[in-house]
């Protein structure tokens, strides 16, 4: 079993930026796909980004690209997501996913955990 937290989220003006971290705990996540989403108020949980165990090229959604950048720490069990150029429509709980597979996913029902979500609202 894995449990993952996720930190970092806040509220931040529009154009600036934010660090999330997930800390995985239970059994290390080397071996495993990582994702985020988010999910906005009304909205269905959308793809943000996607790293295999390696840590080689991570996928992001069209959305996100230029702007999200996801990496991993695995002798920490961490990854992180570091998004600048926030815009209000980036507002959103963002989760972190745990997949028990060496393969990029980018649908949530492909993960098998979840956190709790991390709230960013990015104001106008």
């Known amino acids: 079993q894995v449990q993952l937290v996720e930190s970092g989220g806040g509220l931040v003006q529009a154009g600036g930026s934010l660090r999330l971290s997930c800390a995985a705990s239970?059994?290390?996540?080397?071996?495993?796909?990582m994702g985020w989403f988010r999910q906005a108020p009304g909205k269905e949980r959308e793809f943000v980004a996607a790293?295999?165990?390696?840590?080689?090229?991570?996928y992001y959604a069209d959305s996100m690209k230029g702007r999200f950048t996801m990496s991993r720490d695995n002798a920490k069990n961490t990854v992180y997501l570091q998004m600048n150029s926030l815009k209000p429509e980036d507002t959103a709980v963002y989760y972190c996913?745990?997949?028990?597979?060496?393969?990029?996913?980018?649908?949530?029902?492909?993960?098998?955990?979840w956190g709790q979500g991390t709230q960013v609202t990015v104001s106008s």
């Open positions: 996913a745990a997949r028990r597979d060496y393969g990029l996913a980018y649908t949530s029902d492909e993960y098998h955990y």
């Open positions: 239970g059994r290390t996540i080397i071996f495993y796909t």
């Open positions: 790293i295999s165990w390696s840590g080689g090229s991570p």
